[in-house]
Structures are given as structure tokens and as C-alpha cells.
């Protein structure tokens, strides 16, 4: 069974920067794309920002671009979001989602607040 486990989030203040981590493990994990969504509170779920796990591309919703970077490391079946110049809209719950060949998974989610 897959698990994706998110890790790095928490409050900063606007203009701050934050690293969330989202981890797969469990039998064997071969993802095609990993990512990450957001909820906030009284909103739908919405997409942030995408890879191809070989790296080839990126692809971000156009509110973070410039600001969110999305990264990998394969070794570790581990994908990252380096969150720069953070604003209070950003306040949510991050969740991580991968989609592999066995399935589509999510993360638990981990919030991220951006005081003003």
C-alpha cells in the first residue's frame, strides 16, 4: 500500500518562505506525475503544481508561478515545494497527490498559514 507522508508546513509571516516534503513509501512506487493541491478553508480543492517524475516538466497554477518551485529527489521517492514570497492567500492544507501506474494517491495533508 502506498503512503505519501507531507511534511514542512506551519505559520510564517507574509513574505516568508517555506519547504514541504511529501514522501512515498510502501511496496513498490513508481509514479508517473507527483504534485501538489491545496484546500482552503470554505474552498473547493484546487491544483498547484505538477511534475513529470523523470524531471522533463513543470507545470503551476498561475498564482504561485515565480514565487513556488516544485522539485524531486527519485532516490528518495521524495517530491518538494519551496514556497517563496508567501502571501495570506496561500493559507491552506497542502496535499500531495502522485499518479502511477497502480493508482492515483494522496497525502494526509499539512497546513501551511501566512499571517498578514
Known amino acids: 500500500q502506498v503512503q505519501l507522508v507531507e511534511s514542512g508546513g506551519g505559520l510564517v509571516q507574509a513574505g516568508g518562505s517555506l519547504r514541504l516534503s511529501c514522501a512515498a513509501s510502501?511496496?513498490?512506487?513508481?509514479?508517473?506525475?507527483m504534485g501538489w493541491y491545496r484546500q482552503a478553508p470554505g474552498k473547493e480543492r484546487e491544483f498547484v503544481a505538477t511534475?513529470?517524475?523523470?524531471?522533463?516538466?513543470?507545470n503551476y497554477v498561475d498564482s504561485v508561478k515565480g514565487r513556488f518551485t516544485i522539485s524531486r529527489d527519485s532516490a528518495k521517492n521524495t517530491v518538494y515545494l519551496q514556497m517563496n514570497s508567501l502571501k495570506p492567500e496561500d493559507t491552506a492544507i497542502y496535499y500531495c497527490?502522485?499518479?502511477?501506474?497502480?493508482?492515483?494517491?494522496w497525502g494526509q495533508g499539512t497546513q501551511v498559514t501566512v499571517s498578514s
Open positions: 511534475m513529470s517524475w523523470s524531471g522533463a516538466w513543470t
Open positions: 510502501g511496496g513498490t512506487f513508481s509514479a508517473n506525475y
Open positions: 497527490n502522485a499518479v502511477a501506474g497502480t493508482g492515483e494517491f
